[in-house]
């Protein structure tokens, strides 16, 4: 199968007892679609597993929480999750980390995100969107879709220093 077009909603026009009526057909928005899916990360810093990102914790310390992180040598970090699926992505939102229960504020972190959508784990490539950041303490960054890129796989990588993640939602129509 091909997935050349976009997703979107379509908008369509009927004919009825010599009347001619618009309609709008709604595609469906499914809920968080990365939910509980695989995911992995360049790297990882002690326990923050790139699975963390997708557990449906919407917590923001990253100590108490567990977000994923990678670690802290990694200078061009990356996270991905597996859909399991073709979907038409439309929206990513990331949860940036919150203060921590030390009182350590490094929301900031956040910056130069992109993130790119693709069928295959190794051709994760085609753009999505960006977020210049910084980020703010326990910030929802919802980064639109505008192309409605077709995937399995989304990537979210910066290249400046390591990466951490609280909670990523992805949202989309299954092709």
Known sequence: ???????????????????????????PVLSDIALGKPAAQS???????????VDGNRGTDIIQDLCSHTDTADTNPWWRVDLQA?????????????????????????RDVTVTVGLTESDINTPCGFFAGP????????????????????????????????EVDVFGVKV
Not at 4 to 27: A, G, K, M, P
Not at 145 to 159: D, Y
Request: hydrophobic letters at 35%; a negative charge; charged letters at 20%.
């Open 1 to 27: 199968m091909l997935y050349s077009e976009r997703c979107s909603n379509e908008s369509q026009t009927f004919q009825e007892e010599n009347n001619w009526e618009h309609y709008t057909v709604q595609v």
């Open 135 to 166: 980020g703010s303490l326990s910030q929802l960054v919802a980064i639109d879709c505008p192309t409605s890129p077709f995937g399995r796989h989304v990537k979210i990588s910066m290249t400046t220093e390591y990466l951490s993640l609280c």
């Open 43 to 53: 790297s990882m810093y002690l326990n923050y597993a790139a699975e963390s990102a």
């Open 86 to 110: 073709v979907y038409c992505i439309t929206i990513v939102r990331i949860l940036n980390r919150g203060m921590d229960m030390h009182g350590i504020d490094l929301s900031d972190r956040l």
